[in-house]
């Protein structure tokens, strides 16, 4: 161990993709809290803007393995000498070459799993408007290979499968990395599901930081906030909404090729707005106005950092029962479970939600917010990471 147990050194991985995305601000909140700790933390973060001047072989060789990448990692540990790495996103072009640097120089590695790329090329388990597992616990995924799931493209597929498959060979997934942290029980059980050795996964759901405190919800509209590609089910939220007659007003903030489509098809709708993309200061003031924020996900989230947000502002939920969504949810206490795409279900939730007394909705903000003291604050977080990071050096000590 080169550090104290008081102060130690990390050394955070993340390959950042062109949107910023929810483990992009896991992985920054993690980083404050560890300096606020007192630990020193090296940060190694590669965007994938440089894909386009790359690019495809290129590009598809440094996905399977990058040999820049690789020999940083292995210079930066020799002139920081960190305790641990934390490894957020190596997709794709930090590459899982960074595992075997690590090893290399004899730091362990923990990898935390924000989606489902080690065991679906498309990661996140959905295709053609439904769940699809067709690659779970293959050895080779050639069903997204053969399908096109990453990009809508075969070749595109076949690298990303191929990554895969050559570091199952290489004993990456197994062997290298030394613990996996899931953001969900739900992501813990699909990290099982896909081979992972259960002794070897640990949840630790993502947190809200700095803590921005409980909002007024006087505002009285339904709220979304996020990504609009077609599996986030913002198509059910409209309907649901225009179903229920429109109970309050319906505001959207976020970007995507499903809001792009629906706001084009809403033009001048009354009672729907749409914000555009907001800071994410600016998304959490709209969700502390908000009465209710709605996720009508139509595939298995591994996480939903939105909700954690929400209850930070004591703002209840309404959540699609997908993914790790309904293990947030305290049905009737902090929300509403329901049926994914049903967009009947949806409407039949809003109705219930806003008929609900100002009394009983003033009680299930009181609970959201009781939920992110409990569960979703640093400190909490802080306690789950740590215990990791014991567990893993002891046993790194028990082998030498």
């Known amino acids: 161990m080169r550090g104290s147990a008081a102060r130690m050194v990390f050394l955070e991985i993340q390959n950042r993709y062109q949107i910023r995305g929810g483990e992009d601000v896991a992985r920054d909140a ?47 540990i020799r002139e920081e000498k960190p305790d641990v790495a934390i490894v957020h996103n190596f997709f794709p072009l930090v590459s899982p070459s960074v595992f075997h640097a690590c090893q290399r120089e004899k730091v362990p590695v923990i990898l935390v799993v924000h989606n489902y790329r080690l065991f679906c090329p498309a990661a996140i388990l959905f295709r053609a408007g439904q769940v699809c597992e067709r690659c779970m616990g293959r050895w080779f995924a050639w069903p997204g290979v053969l399908l096109g799931c990453y990009r809508s493209s075969r070749i595109a597929s076949l690298v990303v499968a191929t990554m895969v498959a050559v570091h199952r060979c290489l004993g990456t997934w197994r062997r290298v990395v030394m613990h996996y942290i899931a953001v969900s029980e739900f992501a813990r059980r699909k990290c099982i599901e896909g081979g992972i050795h259960e002794g070897k996964v640990t949840v630790r759901p993502n947190f809200v930081s700095p803590d921005p405190g409980e909002g007024m919800g006087t505002g009285g509209f339904i709220f979304f906030a996020g990504r ?154 802080y306690e789950l990471l740590m215990g990791v990071v014991h567990k893993i050096l002891d046993d790194e000590r028990g082998r030498v």
Request: hydrophobic share 40%; aromatic share 6%.
């Open 30 to 76: 993690e980083v404050g809290m560890l300096r606020d700790r007192g630990h020193r933390v090296v940060e190694h973060v590669e965007s994938s803007d440089a894909v386009a001047s790359l690019g495809l072989l290129r590009t598809s060789c440094r996905t399977i393995w990058s040999v820049s990448s690789y020999r940083r990692i292995r210079e930066l």
């Open 228 to 381: 609009m590609p077609p599996e986030k089910g913002l198509r059910i939220l409209v309907e649901a909404w225009r179903e229920a007659g429109r109970p309050a007003p319906l505001k959207i903030a976020g970007d995507g090729s499903e809001g792009t489509l629906l706001r084009q098809a809403t033009l001048g709708e009354t009672g729907i707005e749409w914000l555009g993309v907001l800071t994410p200061e600016q998304t959490r003031d709209w969700m502390g106005k908000a009465a209710v924020l709605a996720v009508p996900s139509l595939w298995g989230e591994t996480f939903g950092l939105v909700v954690a947000e929400a209850y930070a502002r004591g703002t209840p939920v309404l959540v699609s029962d997908m993914g790790a969504l309904p293990e947030l949810v305290e049905e009737g206490v902090t929300g509403f479970r329901v049926p994914a795409g049903d967009v009947g279900a949806w409407a039949s939730a809003l109705r219930r939600f806003f008929a609900l007394s100002g009394t009983v909705r003033a009680g299930m903000r009181r609970a959201a917010r009781r939920a992110f003291e409990e569960r979703y604050q640093m400190d909490r977080n």
